[in-house]
């Protein structure tokens, strides 16, 4: 059967409207149901999986979005950051794949790697229906260390022969160093080699973006920026420039509005917003999920991370709210630009 008409009978039968399926399909805890349809319809599910991706693209949200580079990045990401710095994140791991979360994002800097690794394993979840991120640590021992010999390291700590993604965690030490463009070089001979599926870079502004795409003859697949309303009037020239150069920008710290900094002017239009979304679909629909569906709406893929697995499974369902009007978009971007927060690195942005 052609993949594209797999997915009809299916949900023809089921009546599940295409949205839901997709969503359906990405979630372990819903597998139990797509696996009695498919047996009663004998449809094998990894064809399911299959046909999801490709079946995407006449509705306005994927579950995937594809890279400039031909691969397929899940539209969230659970971080090991942040909250998980540090610390063993082997727990955190396994709740979130447990949850439906398929992407994982971690980094050298992190110092967690192995765990983020052990979580992986013990989940046992096929590899290929991950995607797991690294990201090269800020300062190399220059002459001995390489983005490399770095991420050869990754890979050992992780318990993986590659990663997804791997990604230029910070241009400031390199530029400091006038390493930057030799750095994306080896970047792109990492990629050559298959260590990394995909490469791309993190906390890059117009500046250094730049610099990379005077010498790259492969284009940095993503951009990881702080990305929420109150940074949204700095953070568009590099949306923008992003969005012309096909590199697709990943979010961090898209809560900071509710989480980081609450009580700001922003609070009142989120939470106008939530009571629209909670009145039409019944549910509770709080601040932090209008902000996780206005990164949607940008084409932003979403890092976030929770320790409370409810909170993980609710992130999966905000693709289903009703979208954002233009107007409360718009509304939450002029707002939102009233204030500059900046919480994450700083010095990327010389502020
Ligand atoms: N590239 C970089 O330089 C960089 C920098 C920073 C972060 N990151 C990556 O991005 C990841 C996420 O960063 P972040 O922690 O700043 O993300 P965030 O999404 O802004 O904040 C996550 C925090 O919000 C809370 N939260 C989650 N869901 C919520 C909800 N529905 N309502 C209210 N609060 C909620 C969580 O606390 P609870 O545990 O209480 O739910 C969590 O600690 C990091 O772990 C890391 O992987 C990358």
């Not at 790697?113 to 052990?118: D, I, K, V, W």
């Not at 809560?255 to 980081?260: A, I, M, Q, T």
């Not at 289903?320 to 204030?339: A, R």
């Amino acid at each position: 059967m052609p993949q594209n008409l797999s997915i009809f009978p299916l949900n023809f039968a089921s009546g599940i409207p295409y949205g839901r399926l997709n969503y359906l399909a990405q979630t372990p805890t819903s597998l139990a149901s797509l696996q009695h349809l498919t047996s009663r319809l004998s449809i094998p599910i990894k064809a399911i999986f299959r046909t999801n991706i490709s079946s995407t693209t006449a509705m306005s949200f994927r579950p995937t979005i594809t890279l400039n580079d031909g691969n397929q990045i899940p539209w969230v990401g659970f971080g090991t950051g942040t909250a998980h710095y540090s610390r063993d994140a082997k727990d955190v791991v396994v709740t979130a794949i447990r949850a439906g979360v398929r992407h994982l994002d971690g980094a050298q800097i992190y110092g967690n790697e192995s765990s983020l690794g052990a979580g992986i394993k013990e989940f046992g979840v096929p590899r290929s229906e991950l995607f797991v991120t690294t990201k090269l640590t800020e300062k190399l021992d220059l002459g001995k260390e390489t983005p490399r010999t770095k991420l050869l390291e990754s890979l050992e700590k992780l318990g993986l022969d590659y990663v997804d993604l791997y990604l230029i965690h910070s241009p400031a030490y390199a530029q400091e160093h006038g390493k930057l463009q030799e750095w994306w070089k080896g970047m792109e001979e990492i990629k050559q080699e298959g260590l990394a599926k995909s490469i791309g870079v993190s906390n890059h502004g117009v500046n250094t973006l730049k610099e990379i795409l005077q010498v790259a003859t492969i284009t940095p697949s993503t951009n990881q920026i702080e990305f929420h309303p109150y940074v949204w009037k700095a953070a568009k020239p590099i949306y923008d420039l992003c969005k012309e150069k096909g590199i697709v920008v990943q979010s961090y710290g898209g809560l900071v509005p509710v989480y980081r900094a609450p009580d700001g002017p922003l609070d009142p239009v989120l939470r106008g917003i939530a009571q629209r979304l909670s009145n039409e679909t019944g549910k509770a629909v709080t601040l932090a999920h209008v902000l996780t569906k206005w990164q949607i709406q940008k084409g932003v893929v979403v890092v976030t991370t929770s320790s409370k697995e409810h909170r993980i499974k609710e992130t999966l369902e905000v693709p289903n709210l009703p979208d954002l009007t233009e107007d409360e978009i718009t509304e939450i971007e002029d707002v939102g630009s009233e204030v500059h927060q900046r919480i994450y690195m700083k010095h990327c942005f010389k502020e």
